[in-house]
């Protein structure tokens, strides 16, 4: 499938998503993520599933849709240190959570989405042959009785071996996430 096509998939899915979920929205969140001379910086916007699988003990495991729009910043572009590149991504992600009953205290989560990256990354060393990328996640968190949510999470990004090169990029990342 051509760059074009796998786009114009993305932006399909992301917006069907984004019609059902408009009225179903109930969070949203900025993260700040740092890699191998790589940062990013995503915003994005939550809606929970209504599911709860197994329920036990005053807790479940349940989940989450997550649209993003993140800035990755390189710091080596091509190798060259001092030299930048910036991608954008858009993503979704299903989130799976095994958290309390109530949705507040501790947590625990994963997920694997598809990301749209604006570029070919190529920094560092480090080359990603497509723009199209899984990224797999898995985090911890604290939800507060205000609703606050403050997480940390691990992130990989990869095209699964659709194209070669495909180094991956791995980020560490610190999320607040509010539920209105």
């Not at 910036?86 to 949705?103: A, C, W, Y």
Request: charged share 20%; hydrophobic share 40%.
């Amino acid at each position: 499938m051509r760059f074009d096509q796998w786009k114009s998939l993305l932006a399909c899915i992301a917006l069907t998503a984004a019609h059902g979920a408009a009225h179903a929205i109930n969070s949203t969140s900025l993260e700040l993520a740092a890699g191998e001379k790589v940062q990013m910086v995503r915003f994005g916007v939550q809606w929970d599933w209504a599911n709860r699988w197994f329920q036990s003990n005053d807790s479940h495991i349940g989940g989450y849709w997550d649209l993003s729009l993140a800035q990755w910043r390189g710091t080596q572009y091509q190798n060259i240190p001092g030299e930048t590149q910036h991608i954008t991504s858009v993503g979704l992600t299903p989130v799976f959570r095994f958290q309390q009953d109530s949705k507040k205290g501790f947590y625990g989560e994963a997920g694997i989405g598809i990301h749209l990256l604006s570029d070919l990354y190529d920094n560092d060393n480090s080359h990603l042959s497509t723009r199209l990328q899984f990224g797999d996640e898995v985090g911890i968190g604290y939800v507060f009785d205000n609703k606050l949510d403050l997480g940390l999470k691990l992130q990989h990004f990869s095209n699964g071996g659709i194209k070669k090169p495909n180094d991956g990029v791995n980020f560490a990342a610190i999320r607040a996430r509010y539920a209105f």
